[in-house]
């Protein structure tokens, strides 16, 4: 059990163009979703919180009217990079948890790798 | 705020040798230790957790130790092989929003 589709997994566009990442969890309720990034050789970096039916949560230094997110029931969370540009290209994360406790695993979708020409 | 160390950053072992690395954790109410395994390219996975009530798990050749007075972890591998070469991580939740801070990551290989 506890699977987390992300789609799609490799994006590939010209700058300016948004693009938009969905999380999915299958086969359980998600109320609360991650968005994390991940730069070549370095470790995942918590972009922001996303909570079912209210604001997300961001970190420190991510810019919340760039990434827009969005979590409208509760097994769906979209991320979306708006005017993407060269030094937005990373490999994007999302992970699930069933409820917000601090001794539960996250579970991992398989990564979106974006790349802005 | 929060923060996770994790040391070495790259460890190179024999095959068949043991591996260990280490992290330390600042949020003294994280009651939970999540280790992932992440191949190139590919999601981070669970690899063994092991929570605040005990102070050692054991999965086959992994293992995770916890002293919750120093505030460390651990992850043990023993009789690595190639396929355990991979980038690991460890992680401690926020007790209060349960989002996972990471540490910096460990290479391993395991040269066969």
């Known amino acids: 059990g506890a699977v987390v589709s992300q789609h799609p997994s490799r994006v590939i566009c010209k700058s300016g163009t948004s693009v938009k990442i969905e999380c999915r969890s299958l086969d359980f309720q998600a109320t609360t979703m991650f968005w994390y990034r991940q730069f070549p050789k370095q470790s995942l970096m918590l972009m922001a919180t996303?909570?079912?039916?209210?604001?997300?949560?961001?970190e420190q230094g991510v810019e919340k009217d760039k990434f827009l997110i969005n979590h409208a029931s509760l097994t769906l969370s979209t991320l979306t990079v708006t005017s993407a540009h060269p030094e937005d290209s990373s490999f994007y994360i999302c992970?699930?948890?069933?409820?917000?406790?601090?001794?539960?695993?996250?579970?991992f979708g398989d990564g979106t790798r974006l790349s802005i020409l | 705020g929060e923060n996770v160390e994790q040391h070495p950053s790259t460890l190179s072992v024999q095959e068949g040798d043991s591996a260990v690395i280490k992290c330390t954790y600042s949020?003294?109410?994280?009651?939970?230790f999540p280790w992932y395994k992440q191949e190139l390219g590919k999601r981070p996975q669970l690899i063994i957790d092991i929570r605040s009530n005990v102070g050692e798990k054991k999965d086959q050749r992994i293992a995770v130790t916890l002293n919750k007075t120093a505030k460390h972890f651990s992850l043990h591998i023993t009789e690595t092989q190639p396929e355990d070469s991979a980038v690991y991580f460890c992680?401690?939740?926020?007790?209060?929003?349960?989002?996972?801070?990471f540490g910096q990551g460990t290479t391993l290989q395991v040269k066969p």
């Open positions: 992680a401690a939740p926020s007790s209060n929003t349960g989002k996972l801070i």
């Open positions: 996303s909570n079912e039916g209210s604001k997300a949560t961001y």
């Open positions: 992970s699930a948890i069933r409820e917000v406790r601090g001794n539960q695993p996250q579970h």
């Open positions: 949020d003294s109410a994280s009651n939970y």
